[in-house]
């Protein structure tokens, strides 16, 4: 059964630094998605990655992709209060299902 | 346009009562699904959809019915609800490479 973990669940940073998500998973996929949600909203989508060593960016934004692994990571750049949200991982079950295993999220608060 | 439409947007009600949330995609994607998020914000699987035919029910309680009239649509009836039931419920639609979230209905059991 595909599991998918992501940590860590809170982070706390200050505006300008830098940190990363990481989001493991427990079964092979070919589709890994981000996603970014804010208090009260839906599931705004950020990247897909798609392929081993897949990068995508997106302003502070960089995601990547390690099959081999089963790993990926969101790192953040010079945070700001702006990217106060919660981000989720969740990644394709190969399993004839089509459905999306979420990992729990990672509430980010960048202060001041 | 929004690419994935739910209704309604709140919906309060009381137990035992039946009601329904709707759910429509202009993306002409295959797949469709409906996930339940908890209050610590948990997002849990309930049903995967592909070209109107049920893939996945994830352990629901059969108070819980999905409907999709066609591969753009799929809705979800809730029978006789309980408290437990309060929850946000999100519809969503995946293509070869997107997938994409209605706004989500908070439903509210009191």
């Known amino acids: 059964e595909l599991k998918v973990e992501q940590n860590p669940l809170f982070l706390s940073m200050q505006e300008g630094k830098n940190y990363t998500i990481y989001c493991n998973y427990s079964?092979?996929?070919?589709?890994l998605y981000w996603y970014r949600q804010d208090p009260g909203k839906s599931l705004e989508s950020l990247f897909v990655?798609?392929?081993?060593?897949a990068v995508k960016q997106e302003g502070r934004l960089m995601a990547s992709l390690d099959t081999k692994a089963r790993l990926s990571t969101l790192h953040i750049t010079a945070a700001v209060h702006d990217l106060s949200a919660t981000y989720f991982c969740?990644?394709?079950?190969?399993?004839?299902?089509?459905?999306?295993?979420f990992g729990k999220g990672t509430k980010l608060t960048v202060n001041p | 346009d929004t690419a994935v439409s739910q209704t309604p947007k709140y919906l309060v009600t009381q137990m035992g009562n039946d009601k329904s949330i709707k759910c429509e995609q202009n993306?002409?994607?295959?797949?469709m699904y409906w996930y339940k998020q908890d209050s610590k914000k948990f997002l849990k699987i309930m049903f995967s959809?592909?070209?109107?035919?049920?893939?996945i029910n994830e352990t629901v309680p059969n108070r819980f019915s999905p409907k999709s009239p066609d591969k753009a649509h799929l809705n979800l009836h809730i029978n006789s609800l309980e408290l437990g039931d309060s929850a946000v419920y999100f519809c969503?639609?995946?293509?070869?490479?997107?997938?994409?979230f209605g706004q989500g209905t908070r439903l509210t059991v009191v």
């Open positions: 969503a639609s995946r293509g070869d490479t997107e997938a994409f």
């Open positions: 079964t092979t996929s070919d589709r």
């Open positions: 990655l798609l392929s081993n060593g």
């Open positions: 969740a990644v394709k079950d190969q399993g004839g299902s089509e459905k999306l295993v």
């Open positions: 993306l002409g994607h295959d797949t």
């Open positions: 959809y592909n070209n109107k035919e049920l893939i």
